[in-house]
Each structure stands twice: as C-alpha cells, then as structure tokens.
C-alpha cells in the first residue's frame, strides 16, 4: 500500500509570494489532515476534512491560508502571501475515518518551507 | 484547552538499555492517546494508540500505558537499539473536537 504522497519535499520562496502545497491520501481513507511543525515542535492542527467538507478549520488563519479537497481525495494547501513566520514543516495525514481520532493516522514525509 | 508535555525533552542512553518516555496531559476527557516516532527530516509514523478504555497496548519491544485519572502516559522501551534513536511524540485527542494535540516530542539516541 503506498503511502500519504507530498509534494513538493522543499520550497524556498521570498516573503509575500504564494505557495501552494500538494498531498495525495492513502487510497480509500476519507479523513485528510494539515498540519505545520514548528522547529521543536508537534504538529498543530490546521485543518481537517472529512471526505470533501471541511470539518475543523479553527487552527487555519484565514486571511492567508486556503485549502481545498476536490473529489475527496488530493487536497491542496495555499498560502498567499506568504510571511517569514510561515517557515515550518507542512505535514499531511489521513485515515480511513475521523470520529473521535479513533483511527490511525499516517502521516507522509512533509514539505519543508522557507521564506525569505 | 488540552496540553501535552512530554519529559525529558532529550535522552541518550547505551544500547541494551531499558527506557521510559514520560507524557503528561491536562485534560482526562480523552478519546485516545497515541505514540508516533519521528525520523530527522521525515513525517511522523504511528507506534502505538491507546484508546480511552484500554490501560496498555504492546507492539514488539515497546509498551505504552494510559492513566487517564492521572494524565499520564507512558513509553516503555526494552533492550534498545541504535535504529531507536528518533524523535518520540505523544498526542491525545481532545475531547469534544475530535483532534489530536501533541506534545514537543522526547529526542532519543541509543549509544552503540
């Protein structure tokens, strides 16, 4: 079974400029998740969807970050413009369904961000 | 609001050695609680989920505890290994909201 796909693994981009970020979920889990880590951090929540809704989406600052799930499956990330505090690791999850977290969650290998 | 601490932030033992990772959480009201690992420059993988009911799972040379009364769970590692040496997050899911809130992580590395 292949596992979460993120594209792309680096992006290095000046302050102001957009970026856009791509994740393919393991195939047939209906829960996808963004999350961004932090130096020396966990990850933290910034959005979650069930198939294509968007259930959680508190932790998303909405000004800059957009994000949608077309079709149930890959989603996207965005962010525009871009600021020097958004510099993280942008990590994407699925599981085969939320409820409660009550289902594994696999996480793929992140795309590391630097603006500068 | 749910916190995850994790201590030591850091630990670096010899191989061979037994460990215990420590992971505390301020609100009992959980659904589960679970262990990832986290490998320098790569996503998180899954070791271990506890759900609220259950006070252990096993997988191989790792056991994990819930205390929910208490907040604390813990990792316990037996007879480790250089290939152990990672970053080790503990999250639990928050009541109510259905997300998982993580802890700093505990960076371990095993001495051969």
């Known amino acids: 079974e292949a596992g979460v796909v993120q594209s792309p693994r680096y992006k290095i981009i000046e302050k102001k400029q957009p970026v856009a970020f791509w994740c393919n979920p393991i195939?047939?889990?209906?829960?996808l998740y963004w999350y961004r880590q932090n130096l020396g951090q966990g990850p933290e929540l910034l959005i979650r969807y069930e198939n294509e809704e968007a259930v959680d989406d508190s932790q998303l600052p909405k000004d800059r970050f957009s994000a949608e799930r077309l079709k149930g499956v890959d989603s996207t990330l965005k962010i525009q413009p871009a600021e020097l505090g958004d510099s993280a690791v942008y990590l994407c999850a699925s599981s085969r369904r939320g409820g409660h977290g009550t289902d594994t969650q696999y996480f793929g290998p992140g795309t590391r961000l630097t603006v500068l | 609001k749910q916190e995850v601490t994790q201590i030591p932030a850091a630990l670096s033992v010899p191989e061979g050695e037994n460990l215990v990772l420590n992971c505390s959480f301020t609100?009992?009201?959980?659904?589960?609680l679970q262990w990832f690992r986290q490998d320098p420059g790569k996503g998180l993988t899954s070791l271990l989920l506890?759900?609220?009911?259950?006070r252990e799972q096993t997988s191989g040379r790792l056991n994990a505890s819930l205390d929910k009364s208490s907040g604390r769970s813990t990792l316990y590692i037996a007879a480790s290994q250089p290939g152990d040496s990672a970053t080790y997050l503990c999250a639990a899911s928050q009541g109510g909201s259905e997300k998982l809130v993580f802890g700093k992580g505990t960076k371990l590395t095993v001495n051969p």
């Open positions: 195939s047939g889990h209906n829960t």
């Open positions: 609100d009992s009201a959980i659904y589960n």
């Open positions: 506890i759900q609220s009911s259950q």
